[in-house]
C-alpha cells in the first residue's frame, strides 16, 4: 500500500448521478483511498444508496448528518479525513478511471503541494452527455503567487484537485456562501510552494439543469460580492503584489451583482444592496479606471453606474 488519499464527497439530492460517481472513484488504478460520503441530509435515497456502497467496501466511509450544506459537508469531511492527501469531488460529477494514478505520481514527479488534472465539460440534457473537447495543453509548474493570480483573473475550483494534507490544516469552507471554492482555491495556493497543472483529462464535470452554477440569479448570488472582499483583504495581507488582480475581480463581481440585482427590483432587499453596490462603485471609480485588468467594457459600464440619478 502507498500513501492514502482522502477523497471528500458532499451527497445531497443526487440519486440520479452518485452511482456513476462512487463508481468511478472504486475503481480507480490508484487503490489507498479513503472515500468519504458525507450524507448532507438528503431527503432522497442518497443516503441508502452510501450505505450500500460502504457494505461492499471497507475504503468507503459514510458520514449522516442534518442538511447544513456543502461547506459543512466538506469541512466535515476535513475533519474525519486521516489520508496524507486531500482531493474533493462534487457528487454529480466523476472522474477517470487513472484520474489518482496521474494526480499522485505528478505531484510527487515536480515536488508540488497540489496537482491540477485537465476538467472535462459535459453537458447533461436529459441524460444525453455531452463531452466538450479539451485543447491540448503543456504541462506547467506555478509559484503560489502566479496560481493565485488566475483565480484572480479568472476561476477556479477545488475538485480535480490533489493536495497534500498539511495545505488544509488551517483551511475550511466559508459557511453559508455561494462561489465558496474561489476562497478556498485562493488560500489553499497561498498555502504551497509549488502547484503543478497537468495535461491529462482526469475530472468530468456535468452541467446540468436545476445545479447551482445554472440556476438563475438570485439574492444569495451576491456572496459573489461578499466573496471578492474577503479575497482582496486576503491579498492585501499575503501577496500585496496581487493587489490589482483582486481589485479587478471585486470590480467585475460588484458589476455582476449591481446589474443583476436589477432582475430582483421587486424585492426590498435586493433593492438596498443594490444601492448599497452603486456606492461602493462609485467610491472605487479611480481604482476601476487605473486597473490594467479592467476592460474597456467594464469601465464603460462603471461610468454609467456611477452617474447621477
Avoid at 500513501?3 to 480507480?28: F, R
Avoid at 504551497?192 to 438570485?218: A, G, P
Avoid at 495581507?237 to 430582483?264: G, H
Amino acid at each position: 500500500m502507498g500513501e492514502k488519499i482522502s477523497i471528500i464527497i458532499p451527497v445531497y439530492k443526487v440519486e440520479a448521478y452518485l452511482p456513476k460517481c462512487i463508481e468511478s472513484i472504486i475503481h480507480q488504478t490508484y487503490s489507498d483511498l479513503e472515500i468519504i460520503l458525507v450524507d448532507d441530509g438528503s431527503p432522497d435515497q442518497c443516503g441508502e444508496i452510501c450505505d450500500q456502497y460502504a457494505q461492499n467496501d471497507e475504503r468507503i466511509h459514510v458520514i449522516h448528518k442534518k442538511n447544513q450544506g456543502v461547506a459543512r459537508a466538506r469541512n466535515d469531511g476535513i475533519e474525519y479525513a486521516s489520508g496524507d492527501y486531500i482531493s474533493f469531488i462534487d457528487s454529480d460529477d466523476w472522474i477517470a478511471e487513472n484520474a489518482y494514478e496521474i494526480l499522485y505520481q505528478g505531484l510527487k514527479k515536480y515536488d508540488a503541494d497540489c496537482a491540477v488534472g485537465k476538467c472535462v465539460t459535459v453537458i447533461d440534457k436529459n441524460g444525453v452527455l455531452k463531452p466538450k473537447k479539451n485543447k491540448n495543453s503543456a504541462v506547467r509548474c506555478e509559484t503560489a503567487s502566479e496560481a493565485m493570480k488566475h483565480v484572480l483573473l479568472n476561476a477556479s475550483a477545488v475538485w480535480n484537485r490533489l493536495f497534500k494534507r498539511e495545505v488544509f490544516q488551517h483551511i475550511r469552507f466559508p459557511l453559508d456562501r455561494v462561489n465558496d471554492d474561489e476562497v478556498v482555491a485562493l488560500h489553499a495556493y497561498a498555502e504551497c510552494n509549488k502547484i503543478v497543472f497537468l495535461n491529462e483529462d482526469t475530472y468530468y464535470y456535468r452541467i446540468r439543469q436545476n445545479s447551482i452554477t445554472t440556476s438563475k440569479f438570485s439574492i444569495r448570488n451576491v456572496d459573489y460580492y461578499y466573496n471578492s472582499i474577503d479575497n482582496l483583504n486576503f491579498v492585501r495581507q499575503v501577496m500585496p503584489e496581487l493587489v490589482p488582480c483582486a481589485e479587478y475581480k471585486y470590480i467585475k463581481a460588484t458589476l455582476y451583482c449591481y446589474v443583476n440585482l436589477r432582475k430582483l427590483k421587486h424585492d426590498p432587499k435586493a433593492r438596498e444592496i443594490r444601492e448599497q453596490l452603486r456606492l461602493d462603485l462609485k467610491k472605487n471609480r479611480a481604482i476601476a479606471y487605473s486597473n490594467q485588468y479592467v476592460s474597456p467594457v467594464l469601465k464603460l459600464l462603471m461610468f454609467i453606474t456611477t452617474l447621477p440619478f
